[in-house]
């Protein structure tokens, strides 16, 4: 596993949560491979406002309290992990079987933190579609991506086609 992978991969966790989505196969997947068993949905809600703040600032390149907030409240405990001899070793941010929100507190914290100081392989996004207020991980090629998904992005090219039309006639 490359780092920038991990770091990615721990983004789009953090994203996936704060934009409040289903269960992913990604997260299932995280979960089962650090042994973390879904968090309880009342310290996830009081967690989801941190993690919010930090995904916000890192989607800005800033500001850093947000993030240094998190970094604070969940200070990563880096350890190098080969999964059991499964995999390639790799810096953890947090060790292995750690209740849910330590663990994302401490992974995502880390993530965001390498984020919000440009690292250039992972950049998050807002949704620019009127209306949507979700986070993307902008995995394109020139980081020029706008929206979090194609319904968006169709939405948005479609209502511009009409107000053209319509202020044509």
């Known amino acids: 596993m490359r780092y920038v992978d991990y770091i990615g991969n721990l983004t789009r966790l953090a994203v996936e949560i704060v934009n409040g989505d289903d269960p992913s196969e990604l997260r299932r997947e995280m979960f089962l491979q650090h042994r973390i068993v879904e968090p309880d949905p009342e310290r996830l809600g009081e967690f989801l406002p941190r993690l919010l703040g930090a995904v916000e600032a890192a989607s800005q390149g800033g500001p850093l309290g947000p993030v240094n907030a998190l970094l604070e409240q969940h200070p990563p405990l880096v350890r190098v992990d080969d999964h059991n001899g499964e995999g390639a070793p790799h810096l953890h941010f947090a060790p292995n079987g750690e209740d849910a929100v330590s ?18 392989a992972v950049t998050i996004g807002r949704c620019h579609a009127a209306d949507c207020e979700r986070f993307y991980v902008d995995d394109s090629r020139n980081r ?18 009409r107000a053209r039309r319509k202020a044509g006639h």
Do not use: E, K, M
């Open 103 to 120: 663990w994302l507190g401490r992974s995502c914290s880390a993530a965001l933190a390498h984020v919000v100081c440009g690292d250039p």
């Open 144 to 161: 020029t991506r706008r929206f979090c998904s194609n319904a968006c992005a169709s939405r948005t090219t479609v209502a511009a086609y």
